[in-house]
């Protein structure tokens, strides 16, 4: 027999469970459930609460990426404070016209490429970078010195050897040197394909010549030194991660070609007075 409950306990929400016996089956699964729905509140409460603050925190980690691809990031600040000096716009990928549509601050690439009705399926034969899918429209991040465009940051994103590699490319306002490279999300192996990450090698690609006047992509991710003819468009591959360093040799083409950013880039080389330069 359980034992005499006092009036407190026998009205309180344990009450169904002093009526059984101790030792019976019934109150040991009571218990479990009851330990499973009390868990199962505070984890969704904790997911629930902490939500805003995880989405606050990626935002602040992406405008610290962009900063940083451009060269501006000074480490000792707060990034949101410093993003003041970055215009954010929208970009049809299609016309490579300015649009307004959607937030391009707060903008969740891997979500806007399934949106219906404002996303594409990118055709197999152009999908270097395995996206699979883009949406119409994207954010650049611009850098204006004097009413012209000094700095170009463009999202990019394509598959590594385990993961989708997200991150920002920065272009000079000739829309063709690079000015920077940065991940900000990935799941490639630590040491290996995360080498990507590296300052070292993120140094490795200022000042290389990306695409040629005509908009072709010219970016080599090479094993070894870069060296001999096409220099200016190599880049110095990783050692033992080969197949990373390839898959962002593939993003770059991808995303600086016709499917991603190159209608774009032909009317920002045009507006800067490059487009007629020698390659
Ligand atoms: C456990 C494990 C994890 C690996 N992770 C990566 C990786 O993240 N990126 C990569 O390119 N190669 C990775 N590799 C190595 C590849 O399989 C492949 O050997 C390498 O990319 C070839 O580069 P290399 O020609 O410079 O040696 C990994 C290998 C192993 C065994």
């Avoid at 995880?54 to 990031?73: D, S």
């Avoid at 994103?157 to 940065?182: N, Q």
């Amino acid at each position: 027999m359980p034992p005499e409950a006092t009036p407190r306990e026998a009205a309180g929400p344990f009450a169904a469970l002093r009526r059984l016996a101790p030792d019976s089956p019934a109150r040991a699964f009571a218990i479990v459930i009851a330990v499973c729905v009390v868990c199962s509140v505070l984890v969704s409460s904790a997911a629930v609460v902490l939500a805003p603050i995880q989405h606050e925190n990626a935002l602040k980690v992406r405008q610290r990426q962009i900063l940083l691809a451009a060269g501006l990031l000074d480490p000792s600040r707060d990034p949101v404070g410093q993003f003041s000096q970055v215009t954010p716009r929208m970009v049809d990928l299609r016309t490579g016209d300015y649009v307004e549509a959607g937030d391009p601050v707060d903008f969740d690439v891997a979500a806007e490429s399934r949106a219906p009705g404002s996303s594409q399926a990118v055709p197999d034969e152009a999908d270097v970078a395995k996206v699979r899918r883009r949406p119409d429209a994207m954010p650049v991040y611009l850098i204006e010195r004097q009413g012209r465009v000094e700095t170009v940051v463009l999202p990019v994103h394509g598959y590594g050897l385990w993961s989708t590699m997200y991150g920002f490319l920065a272009l000079e306002g000739d829309g063709r040197t690079v000015k920077g490279i940065t991940f900000y999300q990935h799941g490639e192996t630590p040491g290996l394909g995360s080498e990507i990450d590296n300052p070292a090698w993120q140094a490795r690609w200022v000042g290389k010549q990306a695409l040629a006047a005509d908009g072709s992509v010219l970016l080599r991710v090479v094993k070894g030194e870069p060296r001999g003819e096409g220099i200016e468009h190599q880049v110095d591959g990783l050692a033992g991660a080969t197949l990373t360093a390839r898959g962002v040799e593939n993003l770059v083409h991808y995303w600086l070609g016709e499917q991603g950013f190159g209608p774009y880039l032909a009317r920002l080389r045009a507006a800067s007075g490059g487009a007629a330069d020698e390659t």
